[in-house]
């Protein structure tokens, strides 16, 4: 049974997951190459990546200045609340996903996931509370066996689910003057470290699709009908009979108190007994309801648990943490793009179009790594074109001599910075 898909399966996830070094080196000992060109092409390989690291680095110092004044932590005379600096680096962030070959999940789908239940054991139900806005974005989408045991380990049922190497969440949280009622209980009970008109980046690791509803950050497991009954259950059980013996012993307790008061006749000896037990009766009363109470607690206790080692076990960075790793691998995969394009124009020893680069790359990494990808040609030559290391005619690409790249990379290189020429 295939359960909880999120990302649409028509469309192949774009995610190179092989290592930037473990390409190069593959491309490099290709015996398709050219005589001569391996070392050349090495060389190429380094000084690109180096090249790309640069241009990401000036991203990422992008990226942290339109988060800043959104950071949860940033001081209150640097903070910025308004809708459109959430919106501007909402923007810059979509940016840098893409490049890291992230797509976008619909939040309908996460948050009204029915596999949530069989997965996790929890039903699940996200509160949208002082919530601006939220986006769920995923890479590395594939589909997994997952054993799922019941009925206290007795009994065990696999599911297929996606499951999803990475995972990025975006939590936009209303201004002050956005906030209604509800919305301040929802700061004061569950939203503690967390101001209004912040924003929230998260990265999760290895989430199954039915579990993405637990990443939000409003998400409240509510008790399953089970535990409903095993609580309910002893309560009427014990607590009807209890409360029907002890009406009547109540009648002589307050025709006591009256007695002593003074409002009636003299108080019996057998009344005093029957008052003395109606106060047992109601001091058990007492101890039964907190001990009713304290099994809800213990079992609300059990599902928060279950919940937050759902999501502890599963993150890997927070704010402005996220953004060093997304530009990170936004750069990560760029590399990879490019070595892989410019490699597999350089084996096939005559122009390609667009297409066919597309095809042998994607057959590549899929004979070579086991991947099965959409590879992102465009990006690829976008930024061959922009250094020189491809020439077009017409719809066909040729790449330049490795030789030649190189000096075209290293020119880019040290144009890079001209303090010098400026003396």
Not at 165 to 187: N, P, T, Y
Not at 200 to 226: D, I, Q
Not at 277 to 304: C, D, H, N, P
């Amino acid at each position: 049974m295939y359960e909880g898909t999120t990302i649409d399966e028509r469309r192949r996830d774009g995610f190179i997951a092989a290592r930037k070094g473990q390409l190069a080196e593959a491309i490099a000992a290709d015996p398709g190459l050219p005589p001569g060109d391996s070392a050349a092409v090495r060389d190429l390989f380094r000084l690109l990546g180096a090249y790309l690291h640069h241009e990401s680095h000036e991203q990422l110092d992008e990226l942290r200045a339109l988060y800043f004044p959104l950071d949860p932590d940033a001081a209150p005379s640097l903070r910025d609340t308004s809708a459109s600096a959430f919106e501007t680096f909402e923007a810059a962030l979509i940016e840098a996903l893409g490049r890291a070959n992230f797509v976008e999940i619909d939040p309908d789908t996460v948050q009204t996931r029915e596999a949530t239940k069989r997965l996790t054991g929890l039903a699940i139900k996200p509160s949208h509370a002082g919530i601006r806005r939220i986006r769920y974005f995923a890479r590395g989408a594939r589909i997994e066996s997952i054993t799922v045991k019941s009925w206290f380990g007795l009994r065990t049922h696999v599911i297929e689910t996606q499951m999803m190497s990475d995972v990025v969440v975006l939590v936009g949280f209303k201004a002050s003057e956005e906030i209604s009622r509800e919305d301040r209980r929802a700061f004061a009970d569950t939203r503690r470290g967390v101001r209004p008109g912040a924003a929230l980046v998260k990265h999760f690791r290895n989430v199954a699709s039915p579990e993405l509803v637990t990443l939000h950050p409003g998400a409240r497991p509510s008790m399953r009908p089970r535990d409903q009954v095993f609580l309910a259950a002893p309560a009427v059980a014990t607590g009807v009979p209890v409360l029907l013996n002890l009406w009547p012993a109540l009648t002589v307790l307050f025709a006591v108190i009256a007695a002593y008061f003074g409002a009636q006749g003299v108080i019996e000896e057998n009344e005093l007994k029957r008052a003395i037990a109606a106060i047992s009766g109601l001091v058990a009363v007492g101890a039964f309801v907190m001990r009713q109470r304290l099994k809800y607690e213990a079992t609300t206790l059990r599902y928060q648990k279950r919940l937050a080692d759902t999501v502890y076990f599963r993150n890997l960075a927070n704010n402005a943490g996220v953004l060093d790793l997304l530009v990170g691998a936004g750069e990560d995969q760029d590399a990879k793009e490019a070595i892989l394009a410019y490699g597999l124009l350089r084996r096939a020893g005559r122009p390609l179009a667009k297409g066919e680069i597309d095809n042998f790359a994607e057959d590549y990494l899929r004979e070579r790594f086991g991947l099965d990808i959409d590879f992102e040609i465009h990006d690829a030559l976008n930024k061959l074109e922009r250094l020189g290391l491809v020439t077009r005619e017409g719809e066909t690409y040729t790449p330049v001599p490795p030789d030649e790249a190189l000096r075209k990379v290293d020119a880019a290189w040290d144009g890079l910075f001209s303090f010098s020429a400026r003396r």
